[in-house]
Structure formats: structure tokens, C-alpha cells
């Protein structure tokens, strides 16, 4: 099978001399819902615009591979027609008086809102079932600036799935949400990735992890230090390494918690 992700030998300098990501290693294939948990500076949102081709790699080897879907080269609007990308920085980007139907349909168009673009009534439609599978029918009308953090990053997961993208990668999506966001929001994700589309989800909040995901690695100082099933990954002894300070781990119906220790 052709890795979603095939990755080999990457190293990001950021400046003249500073790694970001430092020879780092990574497959992930068509059916796998991972997770990449780190601290804050780990690299992660480094290893994001690597994979939406934001960032390139310093240096090739023999062993070098920098491929998606099994392609070196990509034009950039289709490979965001492939993987729908949902951060932070978007949805600052995103705050605006467009209502949230425009923002699902912009998707269409890798545009942040509408301007003179032509919306098809397959469009529409694709828009609708888009919005009711999220469950933000109620809130079409409501400008995004209007919006609370976890109805605004919900539209903009409707922008992204839109074009039935093959992956969904999520950029610290619980950011600023409280506990009912949160909790809508992990429903939201569940449902997106039982209807077959792979996530792939970038944070530091082991609360984050929905028990959809069956992959776990671990990134530190811009490098992975363990990757696997996460039952095996999330240990109190690796998840105090990671994060520099002594804690439990606490499974509760596959959701997991750290505890101080």
C-alpha cells in the first residue's frame, strides 16, 4: 500500500542554523487516525507546513523521501484539495464578518471567503450536508466574528471537508474552547473519523485524543522519540519524559488523562 505520508531523512532549518525538524522519519498510510503530541517548540506546527509543502527540506540523502501519496511533486491546490487543514492560524485569518455557509463554501475555492466565484447548486448542496453532519445547521447565518471559538473552528472543519479530502489534519483544535466546546468538539471528530477519513491531530493535550486514534508519536526538540499503538505509547514514564515533570496516566473509556504524580 502507498503511504498517505512517506517521509525520510528530513531536516527544516529555520535561519541559518537552526533545526526544526531534525532528520526525522515518518509513514502514515490510508485507514490510520494518528496522533502527534508534544510540547509547545516540539516541531510540530514545523512538521505541518512540511506536509503542506510550507516548508522544504534542508538536505538530501541516499535514504531521503519527501512524498505524499507516493508523489514528490505537487501543485500546491491540489494537494490541499487532498488534506484539509484546520489551525490556529487559520482560524485567526478566518475571523470576519463572513457568515458561516460562505466560509464552508470557500473551501471550494481555497479562498477566505466569497467574492466573484461561481456557486453551483452541487455546491450548495455538498455545503448543507457538510454543515448538518457537523451540526451547525442552526448557526449558517452567523457571521464568523460572531462566533465562539468552537463554532467558528467547526465551520472551518466544514471548509475542509468540503472536497472530501482524504485526510483531515488538525493544528491544536481545542485551543481557547471550554469544556462544553471541548466536549462537542470530540464528538465532531469521532464522527469524521468514522465516516473513513483519516485525522491526523497535532497537540500537546492528551485530552485531546479521541479513541479513534489508534497511533501515537511522540516529538520533542524537533525529533520523534516513539511511535505506536497508543495504549503502549501513553505511559506515565513517557509522558513524563516528554514533558519534563512527573505524572500518571488515566485511561477512562479509551479517553486519556495525566495526573500529577
Same mark, same amino acid.
Given at each position: 500500500?502507498? #503511504?498517505?505520508?512517506?517521509?525520510?531523512?528530513?531536516?527544516?532549518?529555520?535561519?541559518?542554523?537552526?533545526?526544526?525538524?531534525?532528520?526525522?522519519?515518518?509513514?502514515?498510510?490510508?485507514?490510520?487516525?494518528?496522533?502527534?503530541?508534544?510540547?509547545?517548540?516540539?516541531?510540530?506546527? =514545523?512538521?505541518?507546513?512540511?506536509?503542506?509543502?510550507?516548508?522544504?527540506?534542508?538536505?538530501?540523502?541516499?535514504?531521503?523521501?519527501?512524498?505524499?501519496?507516493? &508523489?514528490?511533486?505537487?501543485?500546491?491546490?491540489?494537494?490541499?484539495?487532498?488534506?484539509?487543514?484546520?489551525?490556529?492560524?487559520?482560524?485567526?485569518?478566518?475571523?470576519? *464578518? %463572513?457568515?458561516?455557509?460562505?466560509?464552508?463554501? =470557500?473551501?471550494?475555492?481555497?479562498? %477566505?471567503?466569497?467574492?466573484?466565484?461561481?456557486?453551483? #447548486? =452541487?455546491?450548495?448542496?455538498?455545503? @448543507?450536508?457538510?454543515?448538518?453532519?457537523?451540526?451547525?445547521?442552526?448557526?449558517?447565518?452567523? #457571521?464568523?466574528?460572531?462566533? =465562539?471559538?468552537?463554532?467558528?473552528?467547526?465551520?472551518? %472543519?466544514?471548509?475542509?471537508?468540503?472536497?472530501?479530502?482524504?485526510?483531515?489534519?488538525?493544528? *491544536?483544535?481545542?485551543?481557547?474552547?471550554?469544556?462544553?466546546?471541548?466536549?462537542?468538539?470530540?464528538?465532531?471528530?469521532?464522527?469524521?473519523? &468514522?465516516?473513513?477519513?483519516?485525522?491526523?491531530?497535532?497537540?500537546?493535550?492528551?485530552?485531546? %485524543?479521541? #479513541? *479513534?486514534?489508534?497511533?501515537?508519536?511522540?516529538?520533542?526538540?524537533? @525529533?520523534?522519540?516513539?511511535?505506536?499503538?497508543?495504549?503502549?505509547?501513553?505511559?506515565?514514564?513517557?509522558?513524563?519524559?516528554?514533558?519534563?515533570?512527573?505524572? &500518571?496516566?488515566?485511561?477512562?473509556?479509551?479517553?486519556?488523562?495525566?495526573?500529577?504524580?
Amino acid at each position: 500500500m502507498t #503511504p498517505l505520508i512517506d517521509f525520510q531523512n528530513i531536516t527544516v532549518l529555520k535561519g541559518e542554523n537552526q533545526k526544526v525538524l531534525d532528520a526525522i522519519s515518518l509513514k502514515i498510510y490510508e485507514g490510520e487516525n494518528v496522533v502527534i503530541l508534544g510540547p509547545n517548540g516540539a516541531g510540530k506546527s =514545523s512538521l505541518i507546513k512540511l506536509i503542506t509543502r510550507e516548508y522544504y527540506p534542508f538536505a538530501q540523502d541516499n535514504d531521503y523521501a519527501f512524498k505524499i501519496w507516493g &508523489q514528490d511533486n505537487w501543485d500546491v491546490f491540489d494537494l490541499r484539495f487532498l488534506l484539509g487543514v484546520v489551525s490556529n492560524d487559520l482560524q485567526y485569518i478566518c475571523t470576519r *464578518e %463572513i457568515t458561516g455557509m460562505e466560509m464552508v463554501l =470557500s473551501g471550494f475555492f481555497s479562498s %477566505i471567503g466569497l467574492f466573484k466565484e461561481k456557486i453551483t #447548486p =452541487s455546491m450548495k448542496s455538498k455545503a @448543507k450536508e457538510v454543515i448538518d453532519f457537523l451540526e451547525i445547521g442552526h448557526l449558517n447565518a452567523r #457571521p464568523m466574528n460572531q462566533m =465562539s471559538s468552537g463554532e467558528a473552528r467547526r465551520f472551518l %472543519i466544514g471548509r475542509a471537508l468540503v472536497h472530501d479530502p482524504k485526510a483531515l489534519i488538525l493544528d *491544536e483544535p481545542t485551543n481557547s474552547l471550554d469544556i462544553h466546546a471541548l466536549f462537542k468538539f470530540s464528538h465532531v471528530l469521532s464522527k469524521i473519523a &468514522q465516516s473513513g477519513i483519516n485525522i491526523i491531530l497535532v497537540t500537546h493535550n492528551l485530552s485531546d %485524543i479521541i #479513541p *479513534e486514534i489508534n497511533r501515537v508519536i511522540l516529538m520533542k526538540d524537533g @525529533k520523534f522519540f516513539s511511535d505506536g499503538p497508543k495504549e503502549k505509547i501513553l505511559t506515565g514514564m513517557n509522558i513524563s519524559n516528554l514533558f519534563e515533570t512527573s505524572v &500518571q496516566i488515566l485511561n477512562k473509556d479509551n479517553y486519556f488523562y495525566s495526573l500529577r504524580a
